[in-house]
Every structure is written in structure tokens, then in C-alpha cells.
């Protein structure tokens, strides 16, 4: 059985910093693109960043560029989002994704699994 686990959220100050991991159990995802989606209260999920199967393209929101970075470890078969400079209209439910079918990093549809999300609030 698939699992997707994120952890790493929580309560952190505008300015702050955050590393979120996903870990993946069940199967090996070293041959998959992995990505990271958020979900504000009220509002779609929305695409944070994507990276290819061995990290050589990473792909992210124009809402975080330069603020976040998305990389792996395949060895652990785990991703990792760490976040900095955060603001407050960052806060949402953090989700883990793997494996991507026909379409883009950025298009929800595209991913085949999905962690259980991780909440991240930042505080102004």
C-alpha cells in the first residue's frame, strides 16, 4: 500500500522558516516526479513546486519563487520543501504528491498520489 507522509508544519512567525519532508512508503518513487500542492481555506489547491525524478528540474509557483526550494533524496525515497521568508498568505494545508501522469507539474490532475497534507500558519 501506498503512503505518502508529510510532516515538518506548524506555527511559524511572517519571516520565518519551514522544512516540510514527504516520506513515501510502499514502493520506490526514484523514477517519479514528486510535487507540492497547498490548500487554503475556501480556495482550490494550488501548485507550489515540482521536481523531476532525479531533482535535475525543479518547476515552482511564481507566489514562492525564490522563497521556497524543492528537492529529494531518492535514497530515502523522501521530499523535501523548505520555505523561508514565509508570509502570512502562505498559510494553508501543505499536500505531497508523486507520480505524474499525462499533463503538467501544475495541474492537480496530473498526479496520481497524495499525502494526508500538513498545516503550515504563519502569523504576521
Known amino acids: 500500500q501506498v503512503q505518502l507522509v508529510e510532516s515538518g508544519g506548524g506555527l511559524v512567525q511572517a519571516g520565518g522558516s519551514l522544512r516540510l519532508s514527504c516520506a513515501a512508503s510502499?514502493?520506490?518513487?526514484?523514477?517519479?516526479?514528486m510535487g507540492w500542492f497547498r490548500q487554503a481555506p475556501g480556495k482550490e489547491r494550488d501548485f507550489v513546486a515540482g521536481?523531476?525524478?532525479?531533482?535535475?528540474?525543479?518547476y515552482y509557483a511564481d507566489s514562492v519563487k525564490g522563497r521556497f526550494t524543492i528537492s529529494r533524496d531518492n535514497d530515502k525515497n523522501t521530499v523535501y520543501l523548505q520555505m523561508n521568508s514565509l508570509k502570512p498568505e502562505d498559510t494553508a494545508v501543505y499536500y505531497c504528491?508523486?507520480?505524474?501522469?499525462?499533463?503538467?507539474?501544475?495541474?492537480?490532475?496530473?498526479?496520481?498520489?497524495w499525502g494526508q497534507g500538513t498545516q503550515v500558519t504563519v502569523s504576521s
Open positions: 521536481i523531476s525524478w532525479n531533482g535535475g528540474f525543479t
Open positions: 504528491a508523486a507520480e505524474m501522469k499525462s499533463g503538467t507539474y501544475s495541474d492537480s490532475k496530473t498526479w496520481h498520489y
Open positions: 510502499g514502493r520506490t518513487f526514484s523514477g517519479s516526479a
